[in-house]
């Protein structure tokens, strides 16, 4: 069982390309293998999307996207996350990074492709869970092997389907039996020789779905699942579970100081992630299965104004992302666990309609490239000199000002019944 930091607050925390159809058997000899760089702390991990507007209609360019690989590269982030393979951002973020690649010869950057899977009429009013939207799954899926043959330097790993499982995810889930479908189908390609026999398969949802929770998630479907894949990316959110399930966010001691009670709980925090990690291990071992488990999804909102803001769990600040962004990079890095952080920059589309709606503000940059606290400490030793994002260059939220940042920090509620005010 990996075990989890003591965490002590420290003041200074801180061009659509052609789709060629090839066979391959192997990735490129001088290219390292996703074996090579998941659990490997010299590749961190992050979830990616450049989108800078309200629609993804907008699609950043390849310019806009090398300008956000410089950015991330500086942070010696190597692996980046995809979600699906539909929209126009993919083939400019593989045309961007082989752009870079051809620039300096030592640049790095691999992706996690994710196609994404829908159940038959998703997103309207009576989803069908019981059934796939077969065309639109193998479209992404069949896309997903097509820029897999065409890029095997960079892409490492193929994910079926975001959150596709879990039963909250009331718009488009279906049942396990569909990933395993497309999953099965990827490692026959393997076999075939029609994918690289070293690119990993998973799919990558939340901590429940792989048997982390309720028994109402235990099923052949997920046990052979849970074979079939090469290791299990799994989502953990103690941020949204301030809210939800609080029970380890309340304060236990309203005699603390403010900093104190934000010390604990985001400490109970980093340990919430720690053990639903840990009870999908023991799901996993409890079948005779042993194989990785990353992260591939954790992160922590700075902005709402809705559940986990001054109304809610008042979970949603810079300060409190830090503590977490750091615990996070601390405790995967310390147990050779790949941490896909979500996310590296704010996405504003996510909800359109409402500009302080949490989703909209989980990047560690914001959309006009500030950097938030938890990488104040970076911009200060300046490896992000000389970068820019939409023209600007990458300074500090709040002008740097800690006391300014700090007035927008409350700490956790201290009844539990607050959180539902």
Known sequence: MSQFPTFRLIATLMTSASILMTSCSNSPEDSPTAQDILGNPNYQAISYGGYRTTSRDTVPSVDQIKDDMRILSAMDVKILRTYNTELAELPNLLQAITELKQEDSSFEMYLMVGAWINCKDA??????????????????????????????????????????????????????????????????????????????????????????????????????????????????????????NPDYWYNRDPSLSEIEQIDAAMQRAGEFAAGQYNDVKQYMLSLGIDKPIHIGETGWATVSNGYYGAEGSQAADEYKQAIYYNLMRQWTSQNNISCFFFEAFDEIWKDATNSQGSENHFGLFTVDGKAKYALWNSVDKGIFSGLTRNGNTITKTFNGSKENLLAFVLPPVTRKTDINK
């Not at 997903?144 to 488009?172: L, T």
């Not at 290791?231 to 953990?236: A, K, Q, W, Y």
């Open 123 to 244: 997103f309207t009013d009576n989803p069908d869970h019981t059934q796939e939207d077969e065309a639109y799954n193998e479209s992404e899926v069949q896309r997903a092997v097509q820029y897999a043959q065409q890029y095997p330097e960079i892409i490492k790993i193929i994910a079926v389907g975001n959150e596709a499982m879990v039963h909250w995810a009331s718009s488009y889930f279906v049942p396990p039996s569909v990933i395993l479908k497309w999953v099965i189908y990827l490692q026959d390609l393997k076999t075939k020789g029609d994918l690289p026999s070293d690119l990993w398969i998973t799919s990558s949802d939340d901590f429940a779905s792989w048997g982390g929770a309720s028994n109402n998630y235990h099923t052949e479907d997920l046990n052979r699942l849970i074979g079939a894949v090469d290791f299990i990316s799994m989502h953990t959110y103690a941020f949204h579970n301030s809210h939800y």
